[in-house]
């Protein structure tokens, strides 16, 4: 970012992204904007017209550029979608269907291409990180945008109930050997770095992976989610896929050291893992 002379955020919140930009020229929210989707490999597009008024004086990325002095062609959804419908086929029912979708035909395109396996690489030395390291993305906050809301801080993590911040996962075997206990604070450390963050030893966990959900660990992201937690991203190796081009998210191995820190920072909706059956709780 330091060779840009010019940096312009379109977002709607002071994230650790826009922190950069020299100016912030918010776009509308998504329930204030139109929008199509057309999703892949599916025959037909989903319609979306604005669901409220805008509540703050926001304006649309193409009209923003326009008034940038930006050469940028604007299609509206309408221009978009007309020309895939049918002339049996009306904007109007299209709107009032919320999208558009062909008969299935019941035929069915077989792909021919080959796939390619290759073995797995992964980034450090098993000697120094005995270790793997699994991030993955979290049903409150999927990759960190909705950390900023307080009642998806507020909703209880399915893995370890943990609310207003996310834990390492670690399984009892490695747990029992490291002798940490739900809730003592860990160091996981990775070539890239390390991080800080409450454990919460998981009765499924697979054995030598340590997991974490991603969404905390932001700088700049409001009241709610600025400098609450830690971001596992932060310390995921460099490492690509060699068919998809993709960031290989489970390349990277670790080494976890428990912290002489005093439990107590993780928060549970239910502290205690609890079987439910037929039998009643055990």
Same mark, same amino acid.
Not at 55 to 61: A, E, S
Not at 211 to 219: E, F, K, N, R, V
Not at 240 to 250: I, M, P, R, S, V
């Given at each position: 970012m330091s060779e840009l002379d010019f940096i312009v955020?379109?977002? +709607?919140?002071? &994230?650790d992204t826009a922190a950069y930009a020299d100016?912030? $020229?918010?776009?509308?929210?998504?329930?204030? +904007?139109?929008?199509?989707?057309?999703?892949?490999?599916?025959?037909?597009?989903?319609?979306?017209?604005?669901?409220?008024?805008?509540?703050?004086?926001?304006?649309?990325?193409?009209? #923003?550029?326009?008034?940038? %002095?930006?050469?940028?062609?604007?299609?509206?959804?309408?221009?978009?979608?007309?020309? $895939?419908?049918?002339?049996d086929e009306t904007?109007?029912?299209?709107?009032?269907?919320? =999208?558009?979708?062909?008969?299935?035909? %019941?035929?069915?395109?077989?792909?021919? #291409?080959?796939?390619?396996?290759? &073995?797995?690489?992964? +980034?450090?030395?098993?000697?120094?990180?005995? $270790?793997?390291f699994q991030p993955y993305l979290s049903l409150q906050f999927h990759d960190g945008r909705g950390a900023n809301l307080p009642w998806m801080q507020e909703l209880p993590d399915p893995v370890s109930s943990a609310m207003w911040g996310l834990p390492v996962e670690i399984d009892p075997k490695t747990a029992d050997t490291l002798k940490v206990s739900t809730g003592d604070w860990l160091r996981v450390e990775s070539e890239s770095g390390h991080?800080?963050?409450?454990?919460?030893?998981?009765?499924?966990?697979?054995? =030598?992976?340590? +997991?974490?959900?991603? %969404? &905390? %660990?932001? #700088?700049?992201?409001?009241?709610?989610?600025?400098?609450?937690?830690?971001?596992?991203l932060a310390i995921v190796q460099p490492v690509?896929?060699?068919?998809? =081009?993709? $960031?290989?998210?489970?390349a990277t191995r670790v080494r976890v050291a428990k912290l002489e820190r005093k439990p107590g920072d993780l928060v549970q909706f239910s502290p205690q893992d609890k079987e439910q059956g037929p039998w009643g709780e055990r």
């Open positions: 955020s379109f977002g +709607s919140f002071l &994230d100016v912030l $020229l918010p776009d509308h929210h998504t329930l204030e +904007s139109e929008s199509a989707v057309m999703p892949l490999g599916l025959s037909g597009v989903a319609v979306a017209e604005p669901f409220v008024r805008p509540l703050y004086d926001t304006r649309p990325i193409g009209q #923003t550029l326009g008034r940038l %002095g930006v050469t940028f062609d604007a299609v509206s959804v309408k221009d978009f979608v007309t020309p $895939l419908l049918p002339a904007w109007e029912n299209v709107t009032r269907r919320g =999208g558009y979708w062909k008969e299935n035909s %019941g035929e069915q395109k077989i792909s021919t #291409t080959e796939l390619k396996w290759s &073995d797995p690489i992964f +980034s450090g030395k098993p000697e120094e990180f005995p $270790l793997q991080l800080e963050a409450p454990a919460y030893v998981h009765p499924a966990a697979i054995p =030598g992976v340590v +997991s974490m959900a991603i %969404g &905390d %660990g932001h #700088t700049h992201y409001g009241r709610y989610a600025s400098g609450r937690g830690a971001n596992p690509w896929e060699a068919a998809t =081009g993709e $960031l290989a998210f489970g």
